[in-house]
């Protein structure tokens, strides 16, 4: 179970999770530094059922888990005095299985994004969209060192910050690449398709009054 960022809106799900599901481990960038309740009660459970913690970063390098490998490519250890928002100190990993490449970039910004192309080779043919589809976020450049064909953007329906941001959307629609959000579309899963060597994604369309 992965937290990329210890924001309420990244945490509250995984306390259902961590409470009803088995869990291998725990992965964390670094603590939370506001030592928030939603945050606390999260390591509450974890604490109770035992669960054990692992700190990330990008000096981890890669992990192989299951068939697939883990590329830790963000933050850096010691980007905390550097990057004091939680947003930018958020997790990012490529996760790699045979072809198919998904990229994972919690809430990171632009600023954060130039840090990235550091990594060569990065190129994912899916990506979950920095920060909910927010303007300030997915620069031309971050898109063309990603290279995706399928973006995933997660946004509540009817969200009060009118996200996705339609300066993100145009910047994905000019770089031809599909796009799936969770306000439209409800639950996206990632298949990977042998025969395709890369992830496909499935969408299960909602249907609002």
Same mark, same amino acid.
């Given at each position: 179970m992965v937290l990329t960022h210890a924001h309420p809106d990244h945490i509250q799900g995984l306390l259902y999770i961590a409470d009803n599901f088995k869990v291998g481990e725990f992965w964390e960038s670094r603590p939370?530094?506001?030592?928030?309740?939603?945050?606390?009660?999260l390591r509450a459970i974890i604490d109770k059922r035992k669960i054990p913690v692992r700190e990330i970063h990008a000096s981890d390098h890669q992990m192989d888990i299951g068939g697939a490998r883990l590329e830790f490519l963000w933050p850096e250890a010691d980007s905390s005095n550097q990057y004091p928002d939680l947003n930018q100190r958020s997790l990012v990993f490529? &996760?790699?299985y045979e072809k198919g490449a998904v990229l994972f970039t919690g809430d990171i910004g632009m600023e954060v994004e130039k840090r990235l192309f550091a990594h060569k080779g990065q190129q994912s043919n899916v990506l979950k969209v920095p920060h909910h589809g927010s303007r300030y976020s997915s620069s031309p450049e971050f898109l063309h060192w990603a290279s995706p064909e399928i973006a995933l953007i997660s946004a509540g329906y009817g969200n009060s910050f009118h996200l996705p941001a339609e300066q993100t959307l145009a910047?994905?629609?000019?770089?031809h690449v599909?796009?799936?959000?969770?306000? &439209?579309?409800?639950?996206?899963?990632l298949i990977y398709d042998e025969g395709k060597g890369k992830f496909i994604a499935r969408r299960q369309n909602w249907h609002f009054n």
């Open positions: 939370a530094m506001d030592d928030s309740e939603n945050y606390r009660n490529r &996760l790699v910047r994905l629609k000019e770089k599909e796009v799936y959000r969770t306000d &439209l579309n409800g639950t996206i899963r």
